[in-house]
């Protein structure tokens, strides 16, 4: 079965080497801009070469996120970033915007284009149109079951295109790409890069009407717990993802490299028992499914310390209610180490759950808040509990988390991934040295990359000859390169005389040689000039409409008479006896009353085959041949031209620069809305934009 690749993030060189050493196959990172992660370190486009080269001389895929709205005065900006990034070897572009999505697939269509979660996948339809786009990938929505999963990887398989999910890391309370709550308290947008985490601060819970506060489960009513599926990694593997993704570019590099480290083993394991199944005969379909190797405790404790706000698998296992949020807190709680057992004084007694050491970070959760305290000199009693001295107030039954484990800071870190070399030396009196390097290409395990240098004519010794032994050793001191000998065979005639700084200048002139060889695919690309997009003149500009949202009927009515031309109602609320008055759903006998020739607006976010199930009735239903409907995402489009209608785009597919104009009028578009993140002044702009067809 083909093998899972594990993406790591990187938001900047030292973690982007911890992700490496630890058994990263890809690594995703942002340049200074049009990245979601703009806080993040990030890379310039110079240390960007650099980081592509070094995980390229080391087997591992370089990803760039442009994956944020691009507004009109930045898309020439943002399309020399992707040309440029190219150039500097990354491997592919991870995109939320449409029209740069489409515009990279057709002016650079040797790179590949990934379509980011923030881009709302959760339909076979969306799939569709972000084929047609030229996407190669696409980041489902994390709001998926491990079936929708299944069906839509295997779906996107037909198209050609590959499937990633989310595997571990923080989620989001919202719909993938459908947040405004960070642009619209605080004016910064997480589309745009500057999410300012408002679901992660206290709130209250009040009953409006009433002007009461509530009882709640705790301040933090916005805050989702993190994303685990070290547990549940076989159940993703079967789904046919291609790619497993950690979430954190804003984390340590520690962090980093524990987390891929535990992924990597827990995928190791995996891949070594679906091998033996394999070589027993057992097809895929009949793997004994339900003992596949997962993570152990040990390692899901080592998850939990290097960040856990709890862990959940959120809605991959259909968990969507109090069981996926972090009430009590929205940053790192550790894992549970026990309670406190007892107290006198300043000496308290806790009952570990797990061995704790000199080093190790506590957290004591008191109904008085909480309080840290790092482990000086634990004394251990015959029962097992462990004595401390702390001159703070804390009391019998406080609970007891390990926020940083000292062993794990100590914790060996496996070196960088290695080049294994096969080595000839040549050392024949009267002919130049010749040291030859060869190695299987990272990409290619079927080419070897070769390369030859020669040094001065051989000498015979004047004084004492050198042995094959030490011509093996100073060859073989190859510390600071990607390289690591795997074989050597030196042809030594007897009596030959030579200076080690001769062998060493040798063996540093082919390592050189061999990484520009190895590297040249990437630093030899040529951006061939791509045909020119032509814009077509403007269409005449029509009359200005009045169009109202109504959510039932009485309203409908009341617009409808007031001289309203459109009347939009959410096809929610075409379901008889509910209706949404003054904000609250409310029962309504006048569900029959709506006039004539309203459109039906689609939810912005829908499921494949659950309209039924969630809704009681088929929002499809209320869509008809040419007449218009307002979808509210890129499958809908796609479902609706099938079905005939007249297509109106609303503000939730983000229309904000004129790549994205001209490919809503590309695909039939009979009115589109500029999204809610455009500004004044950029609609004008926009407005401009739309008035040109293709």
């Known amino acids: 079965m083909k093998s899972v690749e594990l993406l790591a993030p990187a938001g900047n060189m030292a973690a982007l080497h911890a992700a490496v050493c630890a058994g990263a196959d890809a690594v995703y990172l942002g340049a200074s801009s049009f990245n979601a992660r703009r806080s993040a370190d990030n890379f310039t486009l110079e240390t960007l070469r650099e980081a592509c080269d070094y995980a390229h001389l080391r087997g591992v895929k370089v990803y760039l996120t442009v994956n944020t709205i691009i507004l009109p005065s930045e898309l020439y900006d943002a399309l020399e970033l992707v040309r440029q990034a190219y150039r500097a070897g990354v491997d592919a572009f991870i995109v939320q915007d449409i029209g740069l999505a489409q515009e990279i697939a057709r002016t650079i269509p040797q790179t590949r284009v990934h379509i ?89 819970l009040r009953n409006r009407a009433l002007r009461k506060s509530l009882d709640a489960p705790g301040e933090h009513l916005l805050s989702p717990k993190d994303l685990c599926t070290a547990e549940i990694l076989p159940e993703l593997i079967r789904a046919g993802v291609s790619s497993l993704k950690i979430e954190g570019r804003m984390k340590s590099p520690e962090y980093v490299g524990c987390v891929v480290r535990v992924y990597r083993s827990v995928l190791d394991r995996f891949n070594a028992w679906a091998r033996a199944q394999i070589e027993d005969g057992v097809s895929e379909e009949n793997f004994d499914w339900a003992n596949a190797p997962r993570a152990t405790a040990e390692e899901i404790q080592e998850l939990s310390e290097a960040f856990s706000r ?56 008191t109904n008085k808040g909480n309080i840290i305290h790092e482990i000086d000199a634990p004394e251990t009693l015959p029962s097992g509990r462990v004595v401390l001295k702390i001159e703070k107030p804390l009391g019998k039954g406080d609970r007891v988390f390990r926020v940083r484990s ?116 990437y630093h030899e690309r040529v951006l061939e000039k791509a045909p020119s997009r032509v814009f077509a003149p403007r269409i005449r500009k029509g009359s200005c409409k009045v169009a109202v949202l109504a959510t039932n009927p009485a309203c409908a009515r009341a617009a409808k008479r007031a001289g309203a031309d459109l009347i ?84 939730y597919v983000p229309l904000t620069n004129r790549l994205d104009m001209q490919l809503s009028h590309a695909i039939g578009q009979h009115i589109a809305r500029f999204s809610v993140l455009a500004e004044r002044e950029r609609w004008i702009f926009l407005f401009h934009a739309a008035q040109a067809r293709d």
């Open 568 to 651: 939009y109602v959410p096809v929610h609320n075409y379901r008889r006896g509910e209706a949404i008055i003054a904000g609250q759903l409310s029962q309504t006998a006048e569900q029959a009353g709506y006039p004539k020739g309203c459109i039906p607006v689609l939810p912005v976010v829908a499921h494949d085959g659950d309209s039924e199930a969630r809704n009681g009735f088929d929002v499809w239903k209320r869509v008809q041949e040419n007449k218009p409907v307002l979808v509210q995402n890129l499958g809908q489009i796609v479902h609706a031209r099938e079905l005939g209608a007249q297509v109106e785009i609303g503000p």
């Open 116 to 204: 980011s979660t923030q881009m709302n996948t959760h339909t076979k339809d969306a799939l569709v149109a972000e084929a047609a786009l030229g996407a190669k990938r696409v980041t489902l929505a994390r709001e998926l079951s491990l079936a929708e999963v299944a069906d839509l990887s295997h779906f996107a398989a037909e198209l050609g295109m590959e499937t990633e999910c989310f595997a571990h890391g923080a989620l989001c309370v919202c719909y993938s790409g459908q947040c405004f709550m960070s642009s619209m308290v605080g004016g910064r947008s997480a589309n745009r890069g500057m999410c300012a985490q408002a679901c992660r601060l206290p709130y209250e």
């Open 406 to 521: 000292a062993e794990a800071a100590f914790r060996d870190v496996a070196g960088e991934p290695r080049i294994p070399l096969s080595i000839r030396v040549k050392m024949h009196i009267g002919h130049p040295l010749e040291l030859a390097l060869a190695t299987p290409d990272p990409w290619d395990a079927a080419r070897k990359v070769e390369v030859l240098v020669e040094g001065a004519p051989i000498e015979p010794a004047r004084t004492k000859a050198v042995s094959a032994e030490e011509v093996i050793e100073h060859i073989d001191r190859l510390g600071s390169t990607p390289f690591k000998l795997d074989h050597i065979e030196v042809e030594l005639d007897e009596g030959v005389g030579i200076g080690f700084s001769a062998l060493h200048k040798i063996r540093a002139q082919a390592c050189e040689q061999l990484e520009e060889a190895l590297l040249a695919q």
């Open 310 to 365: 709890g862990f959940t698998t959120a809605y991959l296992e259909g968990e969507r209610g109090n069981e996926i949020m972090s009430y009590a807190r929205p940053n790192n709680r550790g894992s549970f180490a026990g309670r406190i057992a007892n107290v006198k004084g300043s000496r308290i007694e806790i009952d570990p759950v797990f061995p704790l050491v000199a080093g190790d970070v506590l957290e004591f959760w």
